[in-house]
């Protein structure tokens, strides 16, 4: 079956990272825990974690 998703890239990485102060990366807003685990996600997962840093505005390049 052929969907209508949004081409994306591979991960919301743009090698700006940066979780100093909390938990969360300035660069592509995932989670240290989401960052970790990015390659074992399903890709369901990484939709849903796509979705939700998309609607916080990342990923930010600078």
């Known amino acids: 079956m052929i969907t209508n998703k949004k081409i994306r890239p591979d991960t919301p990485c743009v090698a700006v990272c940066s979780t100093t102060f909390d ?8 989670t ?3 960052v970790a685990d990015w ?4 890709q ?9 840093i998309l609607a916080q505005g990342f990923p930010r390049r600078n």
């Open 23 to 30: 938990e969360v990366c300035r660069g592509c807003g995932r």
């Open 32 to 34: 240290v825990a989401e």
């Open 39 to 42: 390659v074992f996600m399903s």
């Open 44 to 52: 369901d997962e990484k939709d849903k974690v796509w979705d939700r």
